[in-house]
């Protein structure tokens, strides 16, 4: 899942100064397992917000609503009956929530409530790491199921660096060097000779090298 | 006011409310209201006077504390003609 982090309520609040009718708008997919923008976290920060407004005197409105997906124009479409009463939208969903909101509104300012951070899992309630970095040419296979492009610092391909000191990263003793986990792995599975095959030369087009990418599936448009 | 720590009816139910007690806390500093104004105690069920000390003792520092400033900002606009004014034209 897309993990993201919730984001100060200063820096929410100094988005919000000019405006007076707002619509936090969560999301049920993503966020909301990482517990940064579904429903609860959208009733809390708006409840926060009308708190702040309140103490300042200021008069706001202040609407929650949250939507299945925010990447999705169906769902997006079920607030277009009433996206004109507000002169802002501080979105809860990841960062391709935001945008996509504010593509189908052009004349309503849309603020990111969270920071979006990575692909990554739930290891336990309050613990998300990261596992891919969406590189477009996945290398799994050979891998024994652990990505060196997210996991390794430097991106490795054909084994670990000097700096892999007892299975840990030279940037940071608490984070498993990649390659130690690959190895590892390798030998539970009894392909430790997939280790000795040099992985070819990576194209990195599929990667942000080569811009904006995008997925055309023929076989599923219509 | 939660059941004592390791000696709760629903296991983890009021390590849950401290928790949830201590984010209230953070929301509420955040926004210049005061974390101080929420506190969570435990205490066992047979624990009256001690009950009463603590509501006693809460009672003391919120009103040492003062009006929270939500009910002073909608007093002052109250009495306040000209912020009344914007806030009915608003």
Request: aromatic share 6%; charged share 30%.
């Given at each position: 899942?897309?993990?993201a982090?919730?984001?100060?309520?200063?820096?929410?609040?100094?988005?919000?100064?000019?405006?007076?009718?707002?619509?936090?708008?969560?999301?049920?997919?993503?966020?909301?397992?990482?517990?940064?923008?579904?429903?609860?976290?959208?009733?809390?920060?708006?409840?926060?917000?009308?708190?702040?407004?309140?103490?300042?005197?200021?008069?706001?409105?202040?609407?929650?609503?949250?939507?299945?997906?925010?990447c999705?124009?169906?769902?997006l479409?079920?607030?277009?009956?009433?996206?004109?009463?507000?002169?802002?939208?501080?979105?809860?969903?990841?960062?391709?929530?935001?945008?996509?909101?504010?593509?189908?509104?052009?004349?309503?300012?849309?603020?990111?409530?969270?920071?979006?951070?990575?692909?990554?899992?739930?290891?336990e309630?309050g613990?998300?790491?990261?596992r891919?970095?969406?590189?477009?040419?996945?290398?799994?296979?050979?891998?024994?199921?652990?990505?060196?492009?997210s996991?390794?610092?430097?991106?490795?391909?054909?084994?670990?660096?000097?700096?892999?000191?007892?299975?840990?990263?030279?940037?940071?003793?608490?984070?498993?060097?990649?390659?130690?986990?690959?190895?590892?792995?390798?030998?539970?599975?009894?392909k430790?000779?997939?280790?000795?095959?040099?992985?070819?030369?990576?194209?990195?087009?599929?990667?942000?090298?080569?811009?904006?990418?995008?997925?055309?599936?023929?076989?599923?448009q219509? | 006011?939660?059941?004592?720590?390791?000696?709760?009816?629903?296991?983890?139910?009021?390590?849950?409310?401290?928790?949830?007690?201590?984010?209230?806390?953070?929301?509420?500093?955040?926004?210049?209201?005061?974390?101080?104004?929420?506190?969570?105690?435990?205490?066992?069920?047979?624990?009256g006077?001690?009950?009463?000390q603590?509501?006693?003792?809460?009672?003391?520092?919120?009103?040492?504390?003062?009006?929270?400033?939500?009910?002073?900002?909608?007093?002052?606009?109250?009495?306040d003609?000209?912020?009344?004014?914007?806030?009915?034209?608003?």
């Amino acid at each position: 899942m897309i993990v993201a982090d919730k984001k100060p309520i200063e820096e929410i609040i100094e988005y919000l100064k000019d405006h007076t009718n707002i619509l936090v708008l969560g999301c049920n997919e993503c966020v909301t397992v990482c517990e940064a923008g579904g429903k609860k976290e959208v009733a809390v920060l708006a409840s926060t917000l009308r708190m702040h407004a309140q103490k300042e005197g200021k008069e706001i409105k202040i609407d929650e609503v949250t939507l299945e997906r925010q990447c999705d124009k169906e769902y997006l479409d079920e607030i277009r009956d009433v996206i004109d009463q507000y002169d802002a939208v501080v979105s809860l969903a990841c960062g391709v929530g935001v945008q996509f909101t504010a593509e189908q509104y052009h004349s309503t300012q849309v603020y990111p409530g969270v920071n979006t951070c990575f692909m990554g899992a739930t290891e336990e309630r309050g613990l998300w790491t990261e596992r891919c970095q969406g590189c477009g040419q996945c290398i799994l296979a050979t891998t024994g199921s652990i990505c060196p492009v997210s996991r390794c610092a430097k991106r490795l391909f054909n084994g670990p660096c000097g700096g892999s000191t007892d299975g840990r990263c030279e940037i940071n003793a608490e984070v498993d060097c990649a390659w130690q986990l690959i190895v590892d792995r390798l030998k539970a599975l009894d392909k430790l000779d997939e280790y000795e095959k040099l992985c070819p030369l990576k194209d990195w087009s599929t990667d942000r090298a080569g811009g904006p990418r995008k997925v055309v599936r023929e076989d599923v448009q219509q | 006011m939660g059941c004592l720590e390791g000696d709760c009816h629903f296991n983890n139910g009021n390590l849950m409310a401290r928790r949830r007690v201590e984010q209230a806390q953070k929301i509420l500093d955040s926004i210049d209201i005061g974390g101080e104004r929420v506190k969570m105690y435990n205490l066992s069920s047979s624990e009256g006077p001690r009950f009463a000390q603590y509501a006693a003792e809460f009672t003391e520092k919120i009103n040492a504390l003062g009006p929270n400033p939500i009910k002073l900002a909608k007093n002052k606009a109250a009495v306040d003609p000209a912020t009344r004014d914007m806030a009915e034209t608003n």
